[in-house]
Protein backbone atom coordinates (compact mmCIF):
# COMPACT_ATOMS: atom_id res chain seq x y z
CA UNK A 1 0.00 0.00 0.00
CA UNK A 2 1.45 3.01 -0.81
CA UNK A 3 1.74 6.26 1.44
CA UNK A 4 -1.09 8.30 -0.77
CA UNK A 5 -3.44 5.56 0.21
CA UNK A 6 -3.48 5.82 3.55
CA UNK A 7 -5.31 8.79 3.79
CA UNK A 8 -8.20 8.91 6.33
CA UNK A 9 -11.68 8.86 5.48
CA UNK A 10 -12.27 11.91 7.92
CA UNK A 11 -11.45 14.48 5.79
CA UNK A 12 -14.63 14.84 4.46
CA UNK A 13 -16.08 15.92 8.07
CA UNK A 14 -12.72 17.81 9.17
CA UNK A 15 -13.23 19.77 5.73
CA UNK A 16 -17.21 20.51 6.68
CA UNK A 17 -15.98 21.55 10.15
CA UNK A 18 -13.37 24.08 8.74
CA UNK A 19 -16.08 25.75 6.83
CA UNK A 20 -18.03 26.06 9.12
CA UNK A 21 -15.00 28.20 11.22
CA UNK A 22 -14.31 25.38 13.28
CA UNK A 23 -10.33 26.34 14.37
CA UNK A 24 -9.37 22.68 15.92
CA UNK A 25 -10.69 20.91 12.36
CA UNK A 26 -8.27 23.35 9.96
CA UNK A 27 -5.37 22.92 12.91
CA UNK A 28 -6.26 18.88 12.22
CA UNK A 29 -5.80 18.95 8.72
CA UNK A 30 -2.59 20.63 8.82
CA UNK A 31 -1.16 18.61 11.24
CA UNK A 32 -2.52 15.37 9.22
CA UNK A 33 -0.78 16.68 5.92
CA UNK A 34 1.81 19.38 6.53
CA UNK A 35 5.12 16.44 6.98
CA UNK A 36 3.85 15.13 3.52
CA UNK A 37 3.54 18.45 1.52
CA UNK A 38 7.02 19.54 3.20
CA UNK A 39 8.46 16.49 2.00
CA UNK A 40 7.40 16.88 -0.84
CA UNK A 41 8.06 20.47 -1.89
CA UNK A 42 11.33 20.17 -0.12
CA UNK A 43 12.16 17.72 -3.07
CA UNK A 44 10.83 19.90 -5.64
CA UNK A 45 12.50 23.08 -4.45
CA UNK A 46 15.60 21.75 -2.74
CA UNK A 47 15.51 24.58 -0.30
CA UNK A 48 14.49 23.32 3.44
CA UNK A 49 13.65 27.54 3.83
CA UNK A 50 11.53 27.79 0.83
CA UNK A 51 10.01 24.47 1.41
CA UNK A 52 8.54 26.13 4.68
CA UNK A 53 7.94 29.15 3.70
CA UNK A 54 5.80 27.66 0.30
CA UNK A 55 4.26 25.15 2.85
CA UNK A 56 3.27 27.89 5.23
CA UNK A 57 1.56 29.63 2.04
CA UNK A 58 0.21 26.30 0.84
CA UNK A 59 -1.81 25.61 3.99
CA UNK A 60 -2.94 29.58 4.22
CA UNK A 61 -4.09 29.10 0.90
CA UNK A 62 -6.01 25.87 1.39
CA UNK A 63 -7.52 27.41 4.52
CA UNK A 64 -8.83 30.55 2.66
CA UNK A 65 -10.15 28.73 -0.09
CA UNK A 66 -11.71 25.69 1.84
CA UNK A 67 -15.24 27.09 0.72
CA UNK A 68 -14.16 26.61 -2.77
CA UNK A 69 -13.28 23.15 -2.13
CA UNK A 70 -16.34 20.96 -4.10
CA UNK A 71 -15.12 17.38 -3.57
CA UNK A 72 -14.93 16.31 -6.68
CA UNK A 73 -11.34 15.23 -5.96
CA UNK A 74 -9.69 14.08 -2.57
CA UNK A 75 -8.86 17.05 -0.07
CA UNK A 76 -5.07 15.60 -0.16
CA UNK A 77 -4.71 16.04 -4.05
CA UNK A 78 -6.66 19.24 -3.79
CA UNK A 79 -3.91 20.49 -0.98
CA UNK A 80 -0.99 18.64 -2.85
CA UNK A 81 -2.22 20.54 -6.14
CA UNK A 82 -1.93 23.98 -4.31
CA UNK A 83 1.37 22.97 -3.07
CA UNK A 84 2.71 21.63 -6.21
CA UNK A 85 1.62 24.64 -8.25
CA UNK A 86 2.92 27.42 -5.71
CA UNK A 87 6.20 25.40 -5.75
CA UNK A 88 6.39 25.12 -9.49
CA UNK A 89 5.62 28.85 -9.75
CA UNK A 90 8.21 29.61 -7.19
CA UNK A 91 11.03 27.53 -8.54
CA UNK A 92 10.03 28.99 -12.73
CA UNK A 93 10.81 32.28 -10.81
CA UNK A 94 14.13 31.38 -9.69
CA UNK A 95 14.86 30.14 -13.05
CA UNK A 96 13.96 33.44 -14.52
CA UNK A 97 15.93 35.26 -11.72
CA UNK A 98 19.04 33.05 -11.71
CA UNK A 99 18.23 32.34 -8.21
CA UNK A 100 18.72 28.10 -8.79
CA UNK A 101 20.06 26.33 -6.02
CA UNK A 102 24.05 26.73 -5.94
CA UNK A 103 23.88 22.48 -4.91
CA UNK A 104 22.36 21.41 -8.51
CA UNK A 105 25.15 23.25 -10.24
CA UNK A 106 27.88 21.44 -8.33
CA UNK A 107 30.77 20.44 -10.88
CA UNK A 108 29.48 16.78 -12.55
CA UNK A 109 33.19 16.00 -12.31
CA UNK A 110 34.02 15.58 -8.54
CA UNK A 111 35.50 11.97 -8.61
CA UNK A 112 34.18 10.71 -5.44
CA UNK A 113 30.76 11.10 -7.00
CA UNK A 114 31.61 9.23 -9.69
CA UNK A 115 32.67 5.89 -7.49
CA UNK A 116 29.80 5.94 -5.28
CA UNK A 117 27.35 6.27 -7.98
CA UNK A 118 29.18 4.02 -10.31
CA UNK A 119 28.96 1.51 -7.79
CA UNK A 120 25.36 1.40 -7.22
CA UNK A 121 24.77 1.83 -11.10
CA UNK A 122 26.91 -1.29 -11.72
CA UNK A 123 25.88 -3.22 -9.11
CA UNK A 124 24.04 -5.78 -11.08
CA UNK A 125 21.68 -7.30 -7.35
CA UNK A 126 19.45 -4.58 -6.69
CA UNK A 127 20.23 -2.69 -3.71
CA UNK A 128 17.93 -2.79 -0.65
CA UNK A 129 16.35 0.38 -0.03
CA UNK A 130 17.40 0.34 3.41
CA UNK A 131 20.99 0.08 2.60
CA UNK A 132 20.55 2.95 0.03
CA UNK A 133 19.00 5.14 2.59
CA UNK A 134 21.99 4.80 5.06
CA UNK A 135 24.21 5.33 2.39
CA UNK A 136 23.90 9.42 3.13
CA UNK A 137 26.31 10.32 -0.15
CA UNK A 138 24.25 8.02 -2.28
CA UNK A 139 21.62 10.15 -1.33
CA UNK A 140 23.19 13.41 -1.31
CA UNK A 141 24.07 12.52 -5.32
CA UNK A 142 20.42 11.38 -5.79
CA UNK A 143 19.23 14.80 -5.04
CA UNK A 144 21.78 16.21 -7.20
CA UNK A 145 20.74 14.08 -9.84
CA UNK A 146 16.91 14.96 -9.06
CA UNK A 147 17.76 18.40 -8.88
CA UNK A 148 19.33 18.94 -12.55
CA UNK A 149 15.28 17.35 -14.25
CA UNK A 150 13.39 19.57 -15.72
CA UNK A 151 10.57 21.10 -12.55
CA UNK A 152 7.89 19.72 -14.25
CA UNK A 153 9.73 16.14 -14.10
CA UNK A 154 11.23 16.62 -11.05
CA UNK A 155 7.33 17.17 -9.85
CA UNK A 156 6.29 14.16 -11.37
CA UNK A 157 9.43 11.79 -10.36
CA UNK A 158 8.76 13.48 -6.50
CA UNK A 159 4.92 12.90 -6.51
CA UNK A 160 5.27 9.18 -8.18
CA UNK A 161 8.45 8.17 -6.15
CA UNK A 162 8.73 9.71 -3.34
CA UNK A 163 5.15 10.48 -1.76
CA UNK A 164 4.02 7.24 -3.86
CA UNK A 165 0.89 8.64 -5.50
CA UNK A 166 -0.59 6.44 -8.52
CA UNK A 167 -1.25 7.98 -11.72
CA UNK A 168 -4.54 9.14 -11.41
CA UNK A 169 -3.60 11.56 -8.35
CA UNK A 170 -1.02 12.71 -10.04
CA UNK A 171 -2.70 13.48 -13.43
CA UNK A 172 -5.41 14.84 -10.58
CA UNK A 173 -2.63 17.27 -8.84
CA UNK A 174 -0.79 18.26 -11.99
CA UNK A 175 -4.24 18.92 -13.98
CA UNK A 176 -2.88 17.18 -16.92
CA UNK A 177 -3.72 13.64 -18.51
CA UNK A 178 -2.85 10.49 -17.54
CA UNK A 179 -0.96 9.56 -20.78
CA UNK A 180 0.75 12.91 -20.09
CA UNK A 181 1.85 11.31 -16.57
CA UNK A 182 2.92 7.93 -17.88
CA UNK A 183 4.75 10.11 -20.69
CA UNK A 184 6.12 12.34 -18.64
CA UNK A 185 7.10 9.93 -16.03
CA UNK A 186 9.20 7.77 -18.60
CA UNK A 187 11.12 11.11 -19.72
CA UNK A 188 11.88 12.14 -16.56
CA UNK A 189 13.32 8.56 -15.57
CA UNK A 190 15.36 7.95 -18.32
CA UNK A 191 16.85 11.63 -18.16
CA UNK A 192 17.72 11.14 -14.21
CA UNK A 193 19.45 7.61 -15.50
CA UNK A 194 21.25 9.89 -18.32
CA UNK A 195 22.06 11.98 -15.70
CA UNK A 196 23.58 9.49 -12.89
CA UNK A 197 25.26 7.89 -15.63
CA UNK A 198 27.31 11.09 -16.98
CA UNK A 199 27.90 11.68 -13.46
CA UNK A 200 30.02 8.20 -13.20
CA UNK B 1 -4.13 0.61 -20.95
CA UNK B 2 -4.41 0.06 -24.28
CA UNK B 3 -2.01 -0.07 -26.52
CA UNK B 4 -1.94 2.88 -28.55
CA UNK B 5 -1.30 4.63 -25.02
CA UNK B 6 2.30 3.13 -24.87
CA UNK B 7 3.95 4.39 -27.27
CA UNK B 8 7.48 2.88 -26.25
CA UNK B 9 9.08 -0.03 -24.25
CA UNK B 10 10.03 2.98 -21.21
CA UNK B 11 6.46 3.68 -20.66
CA UNK B 12 5.78 0.07 -20.38
CA UNK B 13 8.18 -0.79 -17.90
CA UNK B 14 7.75 1.75 -16.34
CA UNK B 15 3.97 1.04 -15.84
CA UNK B 16 5.26 -2.27 -15.27
CA UNK B 17 7.57 -0.90 -12.06
CA UNK B 18 4.70 1.55 -10.70
CA UNK B 19 1.96 -1.42 -11.22
CA UNK B 20 -0.05 0.49 -13.25
CA UNK B 21 -0.49 -1.91 -16.62
CA UNK B 22 -3.24 -4.15 -17.09
CA UNK B 23 -2.91 -8.02 -16.94
CA UNK B 24 -2.07 -8.30 -20.50
CA UNK B 25 0.35 -5.56 -20.54
CA UNK B 26 2.24 -7.20 -17.55
CA UNK B 27 2.18 -10.64 -19.27
CA UNK B 28 3.71 -8.86 -22.43
CA UNK B 29 6.48 -7.31 -20.06
CA UNK B 30 7.48 -10.22 -18.30
CA UNK B 31 7.36 -12.06 -21.48
CA UNK B 32 9.74 -9.25 -23.07
CA UNK B 33 12.05 -9.25 -19.92
CA UNK B 34 12.21 -13.43 -20.06
CA UNK B 35 13.15 -13.13 -23.72
CA UNK B 36 15.51 -10.26 -24.19
CA UNK B 37 18.48 -9.38 -22.12
CA UNK B 38 18.61 -5.66 -23.01
CA UNK B 39 14.87 -5.12 -22.24
CA UNK B 40 15.68 -6.69 -18.74
CA UNK B 41 18.97 -4.33 -17.85
CA UNK B 42 16.48 -1.60 -19.06
CA UNK B 43 13.99 -2.67 -16.27
CA UNK B 44 16.50 -2.99 -13.62
CA UNK B 45 18.20 0.19 -14.58
CA UNK B 46 14.93 1.90 -14.37
CA UNK B 47 14.22 -0.07 -11.33
CA UNK B 48 17.56 1.18 -9.94
CA UNK B 49 16.24 5.04 -10.57
CA UNK B 50 13.50 4.70 -8.62
CA UNK B 51 14.57 2.75 -5.61
CA UNK B 52 17.34 5.60 -5.34
CA UNK B 53 14.71 8.05 -5.35
CA UNK B 54 11.94 6.99 -3.16
CA UNK B 55 14.67 5.58 -0.95
CA UNK B 56 15.89 9.39 0.17
CA UNK B 57 15.00 10.67 3.61
CA UNK B 58 11.70 11.68 4.82
CA UNK B 59 12.10 14.93 5.56
CA UNK B 60 9.91 16.45 8.09
CA UNK B 61 8.24 20.07 8.45
CA UNK B 62 9.58 22.11 10.81
CA UNK B 63 8.19 22.26 14.49
CA UNK B 64 7.06 26.18 14.10
CA UNK B 65 5.31 25.40 10.79
CA UNK B 66 2.29 24.66 12.00
CA UNK B 67 2.41 27.86 14.93
CA UNK B 68 3.56 29.99 11.72
CA UNK B 69 0.54 28.65 9.29
CA UNK B 70 -1.73 30.21 12.52
CA UNK B 71 -0.22 33.47 12.96
CA UNK B 72 -0.61 33.74 9.20
CA UNK B 73 -4.34 32.80 9.09
CA UNK B 74 -4.54 35.15 12.35
CA UNK B 75 -2.95 37.69 10.97
CA UNK B 76 -5.63 37.41 7.90
CA UNK B 77 -8.56 37.21 10.20
CA UNK B 78 -9.30 33.50 8.92
CA UNK B 79 -9.18 31.74 12.17
CA UNK B 80 -11.67 33.94 13.79
CA UNK B 81 -14.93 32.26 15.62
CA UNK B 82 -16.96 30.34 13.43
CA UNK B 83 -19.49 32.00 11.52
CA UNK B 84 -22.74 30.83 12.77
CA UNK B 85 -24.62 28.39 10.17
CA UNK B 86 -27.98 31.12 10.20
CA UNK B 87 -25.25 34.12 9.14
CA UNK B 88 -24.37 32.17 6.11
CA UNK B 89 -27.54 31.00 5.01
CA UNK B 90 -28.08 34.71 4.95
CA UNK B 91 -24.51 35.31 2.72
CA UNK B 92 -25.48 32.80 0.59
CA UNK B 93 -29.11 33.96 0.08
CA UNK B 94 -27.92 37.48 0.14
CA UNK B 95 -25.81 35.77 -3.36
CA UNK B 96 -28.79 34.42 -5.06
CA UNK B 97 -30.48 37.75 -4.69
CA UNK B 98 -27.62 39.37 -6.00
CA UNK B 99 -27.49 37.13 -8.96
CA UNK B 100 -30.87 37.44 -9.35
CA UNK B 101 -31.10 41.34 -9.78
CA UNK B 102 -28.63 40.92 -12.13
CA UNK B 103 -30.35 38.51 -14.28
CA UNK B 104 -33.41 40.71 -13.80
CA UNK B 105 -31.28 43.66 -14.82
CA UNK B 106 -30.06 41.64 -17.99
CA UNK B 107 -33.78 40.30 -19.16
CA UNK B 108 -34.86 44.12 -18.45
CA UNK B 109 -31.79 45.34 -21.11
CA UNK B 110 -32.67 43.11 -23.51
CA UNK B 111 -36.13 43.53 -23.42
CA UNK B 112 -35.36 47.38 -23.79
CA UNK B 113 -33.61 46.60 -26.38
CA UNK B 114 -35.80 44.99 -28.34
CA UNK B 115 -38.18 47.62 -27.74
CA UNK B 116 -35.99 49.97 -29.30
CA UNK B 117 -35.19 47.96 -31.75
CA UNK B 118 -39.20 47.83 -32.71
CA UNK B 119 -39.60 51.46 -32.21
CA UNK B 120 -36.15 52.50 -34.67
CA UNK B 121 -37.67 49.57 -37.16
CA UNK B 122 -40.85 51.41 -36.91
CA UNK B 123 -39.43 54.93 -38.03
CA UNK B 124 -37.19 53.68 -40.55
CA UNK B 125 -39.07 50.78 -42.07
CA UNK B 126 -40.04 51.51 -45.58
CA UNK B 127 -44.01 51.60 -46.03
CA UNK B 128 -44.91 49.40 -48.05
CA UNK B 129 -46.10 50.19 -51.50
CA UNK B 130 -49.58 50.04 -52.67
CA UNK B 131 -50.24 48.43 -56.19
CA UNK B 132 -47.65 50.89 -57.53
CA UNK B 133 -46.73 49.22 -61.16
CA UNK B 134 -43.02 49.50 -62.55
CA UNK B 135 -42.32 52.92 -64.32
CA UNK B 136 -45.36 54.26 -63.21
CA UNK B 137 -46.08 57.71 -61.19
CA UNK B 138 -49.24 58.14 -59.84
CA UNK B 139 -48.19 61.09 -58.26
CA UNK B 140 -50.59 61.08 -54.71
CA UNK B 141 -50.40 64.89 -54.29
CA UNK B 142 -51.42 66.45 -50.82
CA UNK B 143 -54.52 67.42 -50.40
CA UNK B 144 -54.29 71.54 -48.94
CA UNK B 145 -57.49 71.91 -46.84
CA UNK B 146 -59.43 74.26 -48.14
CA UNK B 147 -61.47 76.90 -46.25
CA UNK B 148 -64.73 77.44 -47.63
CA UNK B 149 -64.05 80.96 -48.44
CA UNK B 150 -61.64 79.85 -51.21
CA UNK B 151 -64.18 78.11 -53.30
CA UNK B 152 -64.19 79.72 -57.09
CA UNK B 153 -66.01 82.85 -56.52
CA UNK B 154 -68.87 83.34 -58.24
CA UNK B 155 -69.12 80.47 -60.41
CA UNK B 156 -68.68 77.71 -57.97
CA UNK B 157 -71.31 76.44 -55.83
CA UNK B 158 -72.14 72.55 -54.70
CA UNK B 159 -74.75 70.45 -54.38
CA UNK B 160 -75.00 67.49 -52.35
CA UNK B 161 -78.62 65.84 -52.75
CA UNK B 162 -81.49 68.36 -53.27
CA UNK B 163 -83.22 67.65 -50.53
CA UNK B 164 -80.41 67.97 -47.81
CA UNK B 165 -78.50 70.65 -49.02
CA UNK B 166 -79.09 74.38 -50.58
CA UNK B 167 -77.00 75.66 -52.91
CA UNK B 168 -76.19 79.34 -52.97
CA UNK B 169 -74.66 81.02 -56.04
CA UNK B 170 -72.85 83.14 -53.69
CA UNK B 171 -71.68 80.69 -51.30
CA UNK B 172 -72.40 76.93 -52.16
CA UNK B 173 -72.87 73.89 -49.42
CA UNK B 174 -69.83 71.93 -49.67
CA UNK B 175 -70.46 68.68 -50.83
CA UNK B 176 -70.46 65.26 -48.92
CA UNK B 177 -67.55 62.89 -50.10
CA UNK B 178 -69.39 59.84 -48.22
CA UNK B 179 -72.69 59.89 -50.44
CA UNK B 180 -71.05 60.71 -53.59
CA UNK B 181 -69.58 57.83 -55.68
CA UNK B 182 -66.93 59.66 -57.27
CA UNK B 183 -65.00 62.75 -56.61
CA UNK B 184 -62.93 64.38 -58.76
CA UNK B 185 -61.38 67.87 -60.20
CA UNK B 186 -60.96 67.96 -64.09
CA UNK B 187 -58.16 70.62 -64.83
CA UNK B 188 -57.95 71.58 -68.69
CA UNK B 189 -55.79 73.77 -70.26
CA UNK B 190 -56.01 75.61 -73.42
CA UNK B 191 -54.76 78.19 -76.12
CA UNK B 192 -58.51 79.34 -76.63
CA UNK B 193 -59.72 79.03 -73.28
CA UNK B 194 -62.59 81.76 -73.88
CA UNK B 195 -63.96 79.49 -76.36
CA UNK B 196 -63.56 76.17 -74.89
CA UNK B 197 -65.10 77.70 -71.47
CA UNK B 198 -68.04 78.85 -73.68
CA UNK B 199 -68.22 75.09 -75.28
CA UNK B 200 -68.18 73.93 -71.96
CA UNK B 201 -70.85 76.82 -70.00
CA UNK B 202 -72.96 75.48 -72.82
CA UNK B 203 -72.96 71.91 -72.81
CA UNK B 204 -73.35 72.12 -69.07
CA UNK B 205 -76.19 74.32 -69.79
CA UNK B 206 -77.77 71.81 -71.97
CA UNK B 207 -77.29 68.46 -70.65
CA UNK B 208 -76.93 69.12 -66.83
CA UNK B 209 -80.09 70.76 -64.70
CA UNK B 210 -79.95 73.78 -63.19
CA UNK B 211 -80.01 72.15 -59.72
CA UNK B 212 -76.83 69.92 -60.40
CA UNK B 213 -74.67 73.23 -61.63
CA UNK B 214 -72.85 75.92 -59.85
CA UNK B 215 -71.63 79.00 -61.87
CA UNK B 216 -71.95 81.80 -61.26
CA UNK B 217 -70.12 83.56 -64.00
CA UNK B 218 -70.12 80.65 -66.70
CA UNK B 219 -67.55 81.60 -69.66
CA UNK B 220 -64.42 83.10 -67.24
CA UNK B 221 -61.02 81.85 -67.72
CA UNK B 222 -60.27 80.52 -64.42
CA UNK B 223 -63.40 79.90 -62.74
CA UNK B 224 -64.37 76.52 -62.24
CA UNK B 225 -68.05 74.48 -62.36
CA UNK B 226 -68.81 72.36 -59.92
CA UNK B 227 -71.13 69.68 -60.52
CA UNK B 228 -73.22 67.42 -58.52
CA UNK B 229 -75.00 65.22 -61.02
CA UNK B 230 -75.95 61.81 -61.78
CA UNK B 231 -73.17 59.54 -63.78
CA UNK B 232 -75.56 59.34 -66.61
CA UNK B 233 -76.08 62.73 -66.96
CA UNK B 234 -71.90 63.24 -66.49
CA UNK B 235 -71.29 60.86 -69.50
CA UNK B 236 -73.88 62.71 -71.88
CA UNK B 237 -71.58 65.82 -70.54
CA UNK B 238 -68.44 64.05 -71.24
CA UNK B 239 -69.82 62.94 -74.11
CA UNK B 240 -70.34 66.23 -75.30
CA UNK B 241 -67.08 68.00 -74.31
CA UNK B 242 -64.80 65.18 -76.11
CA UNK B 243 -65.83 66.99 -79.42
CA UNK B 244 -63.98 69.95 -78.37
CA UNK B 245 -61.33 67.59 -76.35
CA UNK B 246 -58.99 68.39 -79.70
CA UNK B 247 -58.56 71.95 -78.39
CA UNK B 248 -57.62 71.02 -74.98
CA UNK B 249 -53.68 70.92 -74.47
CA UNK B 250 -53.77 69.35 -71.44
CA UNK B 251 -56.44 67.40 -69.43
CA UNK B 252 -55.73 66.59 -66.08
CA UNK B 253 -57.89 64.57 -63.55
CA UNK B 254 -57.36 65.22 -60.07
CA UNK B 255 -59.23 61.88 -58.34
CA UNK B 256 -59.97 61.57 -54.63
CA UNK B 257 -58.61 58.93 -52.50
CA UNK B 258 -60.18 57.83 -49.31
CA UNK B 259 -56.94 58.46 -48.07
CA UNK B 260 -56.80 61.71 -46.85
CA UNK B 261 -53.59 62.55 -47.64
CA UNK B 262 -53.56 62.16 -51.19
CA UNK B 263 -55.32 62.39 -54.79
CA UNK B 264 -54.73 59.93 -58.32
CA UNK B 265 -53.55 62.15 -60.56
CA UNK B 266 -54.33 61.29 -64.56
CA UNK B 267 -52.52 62.72 -67.23
CA UNK B 268 -53.82 63.32 -70.42
CA UNK B 269 -57.37 62.02 -69.88
CA UNK B 270 -59.51 61.50 -72.23
CA UNK B 271 -63.62 62.16 -71.56
CA UNK B 272 -64.09 58.15 -72.33
CA UNK B 273 -61.88 57.66 -69.25
CA UNK B 274 -63.40 59.85 -66.89
CA UNK B 275 -66.61 58.21 -67.72
CA UNK B 276 -65.48 55.24 -67.10
CA UNK B 277 -63.84 55.74 -63.47
CA UNK B 278 -67.48 58.04 -62.58
CA UNK B 279 -69.62 54.88 -63.95
CA UNK B 280 -67.70 52.29 -61.82
CA UNK B 281 -70.09 51.30 -58.80
CA UNK B 282 -67.63 50.16 -56.11
CA UNK B 283 -65.27 53.09 -54.83
CA UNK B 284 -62.54 50.98 -54.68
CA UNK B 285 -62.98 49.51 -58.13
CA UNK B 286 -62.81 53.73 -59.01
CA UNK B 287 -59.52 54.02 -57.52
CA UNK B 288 -58.52 50.90 -59.20
CA UNK B 289 -59.43 52.14 -62.27
CA UNK B 290 -58.03 55.67 -61.56
CA UNK B 291 -54.79 54.24 -60.50
CA UNK B 292 -54.99 52.00 -63.82
CA UNK B 293 -55.01 55.29 -66.20
CA UNK B 294 -52.89 56.85 -64.55
CA UNK B 295 -49.98 54.61 -64.91
CA UNK B 296 -51.61 53.71 -68.73
CA UNK B 297 -51.34 57.69 -69.65
CA UNK B 298 -47.90 57.89 -67.67
CA UNK B 299 -46.35 55.73 -69.86
CA UNK B 300 -48.00 56.22 -72.92
CA UNK B 301 -46.47 59.74 -72.31
CA UNK B 302 -43.03 58.62 -71.79
CA UNK B 303 -42.80 56.22 -74.73
CA UNK B 304 -40.62 58.12 -76.74
CA UNK B 305 -42.36 57.23 -80.09
CA UNK B 306 -45.59 56.31 -78.46
CA UNK B 307 -45.93 52.82 -80.20
CA UNK B 308 -47.79 51.18 -77.09
CA UNK B 309 -50.32 53.76 -77.12
CA UNK B 310 -52.64 52.11 -80.10
CA UNK B 311 -52.19 48.73 -78.24
CA UNK B 312 -52.63 49.90 -75.04
CA UNK B 313 -55.96 52.02 -76.36
CA UNK B 314 -57.22 48.68 -77.75
CA UNK B 315 -56.89 46.92 -74.68
CA UNK B 316 -58.28 49.48 -72.29
CA UNK B 317 -61.40 49.02 -70.37
CA UNK B 318 -62.66 52.00 -71.70
CA UNK B 319 -62.93 50.46 -75.17
CA UNK B 320 -63.44 47.17 -74.12
CA UNK B 321 -67.17 46.35 -75.62
CA UNK B 322 -68.87 43.60 -73.93
CA UNK B 323 -71.58 42.63 -76.43
CA UNK B 324 -75.07 43.35 -74.66
CA UNK B 325 -77.55 40.36 -74.86
CA UNK B 326 -80.22 41.13 -77.71
CA UNK B 327 -83.77 40.06 -76.61
CA UNK B 328 -85.35 37.64 -78.85
CA UNK B 329 -88.61 37.57 -77.40
CA UNK B 330 -91.24 40.49 -77.14
CA UNK B 331 -90.68 40.16 -73.73
CA UNK B 332 -90.08 43.66 -72.04
CA UNK B 333 -87.03 44.33 -70.59
CA UNK B 334 -86.75 44.12 -66.81
CA UNK B 335 -85.62 47.92 -65.12
CA UNK B 336 -82.81 46.35 -62.82
CA UNK B 337 -80.70 48.66 -60.10
CA UNK B 338 -78.37 49.84 -62.73
CA UNK B 339 -81.13 51.86 -63.54
CA UNK B 340 -81.11 53.56 -60.49
CA UNK B 341 -77.16 53.20 -60.25
CA UNK B 342 -77.24 55.43 -63.43
CA UNK B 343 -78.85 58.19 -60.63
CA UNK B 344 -75.77 57.83 -58.10
CA UNK B 345 -73.88 61.31 -57.70
CA UNK B 346 -70.76 62.37 -58.58
CA UNK B 347 -68.95 65.43 -57.82
CA UNK B 348 -66.42 67.15 -60.82
CA UNK B 349 -65.27 70.32 -60.65
CA UNK B 350 -63.89 71.53 -64.37
CA UNK B 351 -61.95 74.23 -64.73
CA UNK B 352 -60.19 75.76 -67.94
CA UNK B 353 -56.70 77.38 -68.07
CA UNK B 354 -54.58 79.02 -70.33
Known sequence: MTKAANISIDDAVLVQQCRQGDSVAAETLIRKYQNRIYNAIFRICANPDDAAELTQDTFVKVIENIDKFEGRSSFYTWAFRIGVNLTLNYCQRNVKLGLKSLDAEDNDDDNEDKGVLKKFLTDVNLPDPAVVAQNRELCRLAVKALMKLDDTQRAVVVLRDIEGMNYAQIAEVLDIELGTVRSRLSRARANLREIMERMF | ?354
Request: aromatic share 4%; proline share 7%; charged share 25%.
Open chain 2, 1 to 354: MNQNEIPNIDELLNGFLDGELDARHQTEVQRLIKNDEKIAQRLLELQKCKRLVSSLPYTRAPQELLSNIKASLEGKKLTTPPVPPMQRHREREGARHLLLRRLTAAAAMIALAGVLAAVIYWVIAPVPAVEKPVAVDLRLQPIAPQPKDSQPAALSGVVETKSEVVATAEKPAEPALAETKFTGRLELKTTSPAEVAAFINKAIEYNIPSGERYAAAPGKLGESHTLVCSRQNLRVLLDELSTVWDKIDSAVLLVNTDQPQGQIVIDAVTPEQISEIAKQDDFQTQIKTAKFFAAMNNMTTLSPGKEVQVAIDNSTPALITIPKPVLTSSEKPVTTAGAAKEEQQVLLTIVVTR
